[in-house]
């Protein structure tokens, strides 16, 4: 960006103001990457089947909502999707009683076992954001290390002004309050993002509980459902800290912390610019069953999952198979761009390329629905 300004300050001054005005805010806008251009129309041919049902993840509820909803005024196709949690939405796409499951989770070799022939689509990235409650502090107040958030949810750590928090935060006045971890009672793909997070930041943690959609949490802890259920917990308990998607702290107005990013030793905090750095530089295979967390980007926040929609790639229902191949591909290109605005990362050009890929290969009688 300091190039574009630059240039900027030696423009003709001969330009009308109206063009330099535009010209700098081009060049402070930030900058995003291209998604590739649509190929396919948005909305299935006539004949195709006018609604769907979906369920799974909560993570990336608030903008599959407004994606819906703006799919309906786009095409006229209703989409009823339920946010039950990863884990139930990996059961009822296992049990084929939803059109589409929805996870923030990599499906295990079970699961998969279970399951033959799913396709795991990517649909943004998103920020497991640490939140707490304790009066008088704000977003960015508090940094934590993710050894650090181990030791609390391993209760080790077991009160906001314990030196090892201290240590991190000098000149900060913790409070002597005790600290009341809050975790997600369901099965949950935030929890695996985050799990797996802790899992390759602690070798204690990674020895002790592991990484899944479901652990076996230690210590004294209270269980929320869903990022609504955990959100409302921290807000109710002082001295509470849990985990959720970036949106729902920003829309409950719950304080979190910085994250210590182990390639430059820096506290970041999540954001869209964060989100997307975790993308870059991370390898992507052809299937895009790949976690991001720990990213080695040292602009990067550290626990950064993508969310997936899981779909079977040989479909029953030609009709149902037209409009689900169809919102697909719209959700990884034109839609991206509804994204930053409730606080997720779009795909980046490859993982789109990916994406539709993958979208290419859901069938009907062995004839891909999307030539």
């Not at 304790?134 to 107040?141: I, M, Q, R, S, V």
């Not at 790639?313 to 761009?337: F, M, S, Y």
């Not at 605005?341 to 795909?347: G, I, R, S, T």
Request: aromatic share 8%; proline share 9%.
């Amino acid at each position: 960006m300091r190039v574009r300004l630059v240039s900027l300050l030696h423009a003709p001054r001969s330009l009308p103001a109206g063009v330099l005005l535009a010209l700098v805010a081009l060049a402070l806008a930030p900058t995003v990457s291209a998604v590739p251009s649509r190929q396919v129309s948005p909305c299935p041919p006539s004949g195709s089947a006018t609604t769907l049902t979906g369920a799974g993840a909560t993570f990336p509820a608030p903008l599959y909502t407004r994606w819906f909803d703006e799919y309906a005024n786009l095409c006229g196709v209703r989409v009823n999707y339920q946010a039950i949690g990863s884990g139930g939405g990996i059961r009822q796409h296992t049990e084929r009683t939803v059109d589409f499951g929805a996870s923030d989770g990599l499906l295990t070799a079970q699961q998969d076992q279970a399951a033959p022939g799913t396709l795991m689509i990517p649909t943004v990235a998103g920020a497991v954001a640490v939140v707490y409650n304790l009066p008088g502090f704000n977003t960015g107040d508090i940094n934590m290390s993710g050894d650090t958030v181990a030791k609390i949810y391993l209760g080790e750590i077991t009160r906001w002004n314990d030196g090892r928090l201290q240590m991190e935060n000098p000149g900060v006045n913790l409070p002597d309050l005790a600290i009341t971890p809050v975790r997600r009672s369901d099965g949950s793909g935030t929890t695996n993002i985050f799990t797996t997070y802790l899992s390759k930041i602690s070798p204690d943690w990674q020895a002790r509980v592991g990484a899944g959609n479901a652990v076996q949490w230690p210590g004294q802890n209270i269980g929320g459902e869903g990022n609504p259920g955990v959100a409302g917990q921290v807000r109710q308990i002082p001295g509470a800290i849990g985990y959720v998607e970036l949106a729902y702290a920003l829309q409950n107005n719950i304080p979190y912390a910085g994250i210590r990013n182990s390639a430059s030793n820096q506290y970041v905090l999540p954001s869209i610019a964060t989100t997307t750095a975790a993308m870059q530089g991370v390898p992507l295979p052809d299937d895009m069953r790949v976690m991001l967390v720990d990213s080695q980007n040292p602009e990067a926040y550290p626990i950064v999952g993508f969310t997936w929609l899981l779909v079977y790639e040989n479909q029953p229902d030609r009709p149902k198979a037209q409009t689900l191949a169809h919102l697909l591909w719209w959700i990884v290109t034109d839609a991206q761009q509804l994204a930053p605005a409730l606080e997720y990362a779009p795909l980046s050009p490859d993982a789109v390329e990916k994406a539709q890929a993958l979208i290419r290969r859901i069938k009907v009688d062995g004839q891909p629905v999307i030539p």
